[in-house]
């Protein structure tokens, strides 16, 4: 630890964003990187406790006291590198992850924690434009051939530890960029879309090989993956949306949010999209059914595309803004919180149920709804939920976007193709080493783990990858123990695996 007194000398300093005023008339990045002496001093803060919590509440298990002193130190070549050692795309989490860590910082006890994200980023970010990110040369290739199919977080970073120990490696995708979620979910308000690029471009001559625009399954016969590959890895992602299945579901103007996000994205980098098809929020009133994430990005779209009034509305009730006895530290709390998307406007209501949607000449008008309260069970868990009697109202609405989660991976194609056993929630099954229930076909990701972050599509990605390498070659010397997982996802180790 460089300044032991670093933590008592300054306050954290938050993430710094674009003026509202400014950032929502256009669908650029939101944040502004920090200037480099600012992150230094941040990185002083970090107290390099005995018992590093940061690093149980990272799934990758960054080293992060360890890069904090060498950003402090100004050694941002060493931060760099322990960073590289954990994590394959730190200029996304840097970006977008909800920051597990700081959630389980030691100083967050009677503090503000240590701003662990914004320092990735600022590591990352010095690290390319420093010319520190480069094509690796392999030197040694095993003749073994890897197909992973789905290029989201998951998949790029299995590929990519795979590709490092020397195997051939094609990620199959069926949307024409790679990316996934990172690149038709997340709008390029809160992840530009050249980042993702830039690491493809890098892993492309290292070797990694992309086929898109190719659904494998229907595009790419199955018989043909299993004799073309000696492993494969499925990370095609958890893409089922859960419907609101209610009288007036079928009126016309009500979307599903990836529906709407991905049209959104591709429109923001270009394509033309017909008429016809078009998902617009201009000039409409709209209503977002669904409080989480991916509710709060499709109210940041619509602000820019221009709507004339934006509601958000939850069934459950307003998360308590300091942590409860519910959720102790070092957990990962589920809060109150305001993004970025909030900022820039729109109303939000807790716990009110759609009842039904009402149309007018096949168009959806209006919404009616019911406020709900909900039983306290002893152990202060919300239980059983209950319609309020006469708190029946209607929202006026003319776009509504259904937010309320995903299900499962789609079955139909690939899955049902190979003949994969799921689990009870419909997710690919695995046993504890990644492995499903055909030979050589593993899984990883939100296909194996349901709808999930970011950051965990990574660790299991590399996860995965070190399964896959052991299994075709006996051994691997690829990473698998980090600080974080072997806590966190102890469950790893105990059935059937033998390390
Ligand atoms: C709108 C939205 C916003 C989010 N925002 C955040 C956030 O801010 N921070 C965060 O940490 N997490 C966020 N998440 C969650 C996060 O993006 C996902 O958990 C993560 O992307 C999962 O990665 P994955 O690689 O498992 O799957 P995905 O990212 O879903 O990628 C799977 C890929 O597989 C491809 N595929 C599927 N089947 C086939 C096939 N048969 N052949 C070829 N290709 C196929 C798909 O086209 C897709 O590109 C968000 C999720 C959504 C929906
Ligand atoms: S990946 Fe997420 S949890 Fe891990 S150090 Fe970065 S911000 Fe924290």
């Known amino acids: 630890m460089g ?85 394959n795309l730190p200029e996304i989490t840097g970006r977008v992850c909800p920051s597990l860590c700081e959630y389980a910082c030691v100083l967050g006890l009677n503090d503000d924690p240590v701003s662990i994200r914004e320092n990735e980023l600022a590591v990352i970010e010095f690290g390319f434009k420093n010319g520190l990110i480069k094509p690796k040369q392999i030197k040694h290739r095993t003749g073994k051939k890897i197909a992973v199919i789905g290029s989201g977080p998951a998949g790029l970073s299995c590929a990519a530890q795979l590709n490092r120990a020397g195997h051939s490696v094609i990620i199959f995708e069926r949307d024409k960029l790679p990316g996934g979620i990172l690149r038709y979910g997340i709008p390029d308000f809160k992840l530009e879309k050249q980042i993702i690029d830039r690491r493809i471009e890098i892993w492309k001559k290292e070797g990694i090989v992309f086929k898109t625009n190719t659904d494998v399954g229907i595009d ?72 989480g994430d991916t509710g709060a990005d499709c109210v940041g779209t619509a602000h820019r595309q221009g709507a004339s009034c934006l509601v958000q509305i939850e069934v459950l009730p307003q998360p308590e803004e300091c942590r409860t006895k519910n959720y102790p530290w070092p957990q990962y709390p589920l809060l109150f919180k305001t993004t970025t998307s909030h900022e820039e406007g729109g109303e939000r209501q807790w716990s009110v149920m759609t009842k039904r949607f009402i149309g007018e000449d096949g168009l959806v008008k209006k919404l009616s709804c019911v406020r709900i309260e909900f039983e306290q069970a002893e152990d202060n868990v919300c239980s059983a939920m209950k319609e309020i009697s006469g708190s029946e109202f209607e929202i006026e609405a003319d776009m509504v976007i259904l937010a309320v989660g995903f299900l499962h991976p789609e079955h139909s194609g690939l899955l049902s193709g190979l003949n994969v056993e799921f689990d009870k929630r419909g997710n690919v099954k695995t046993a504890a080493n990644y492995a499903t229930s055909v030979e050589k076909i593993f899984s990883a990701g939100d296909m194996r783990r349901g709808q999930s972050l970011v950051v965990w599509a990574i660790a299991e990605g590399r996860h995965c990858s070190y399964f896959i390498d052991k299994y075709l070659m006996g051994e691997s010397n690829l990473p698998i123990i980090t600080p974080g997982i072997t806590r966190q996802a102890g469950a790893l180790f105990c059935e059937g695996v033998e390390e």
């Open 3 to 87: 300044d032991p007194r670093g933590f008592l000398k300054l306050a954290r300093q938050n993430s710094l964003y674009r003026e509202v005023c400014e950032r929502a008339q256009d669908f650029k990045e939101v944040s502004k990187l920090r200037p480099e002496k600012q992150s230094r001093e941040q990185a002083s803060r970090c107290m390099d406790c005995g018992t590093p919590f940061c690093h149980w509440g990272c799934p990758i298990g960054n080293y992060i006291p360890e890069w904090n002193d060498h950003l402090f130190r100004g050694n941002w070549k060493g931060a760099f590198a322990l960073l590289d050692a954990t994590n």
């Open 220 to 291: 790419y016969p199955v018989k043909k993956l299993l004799d073309d590959f000696d492993a494969v890895c499925l990370a095609g992602g958890c893409r089922k949306p859960r419907d609101l299945k209610i009288e007036g579901r079928d009126l016309k103007g009500i979307y599903f949010a990836m529906d709407y996000l991905t049209q959104s994205n591709r429109r923001v980098v270009g394509e033309k999209i017909p008429k016809s098809e078009l998902i617009d929020a201009k000039g409409k009133k709209v209503v977002v059914i669904g409080g």
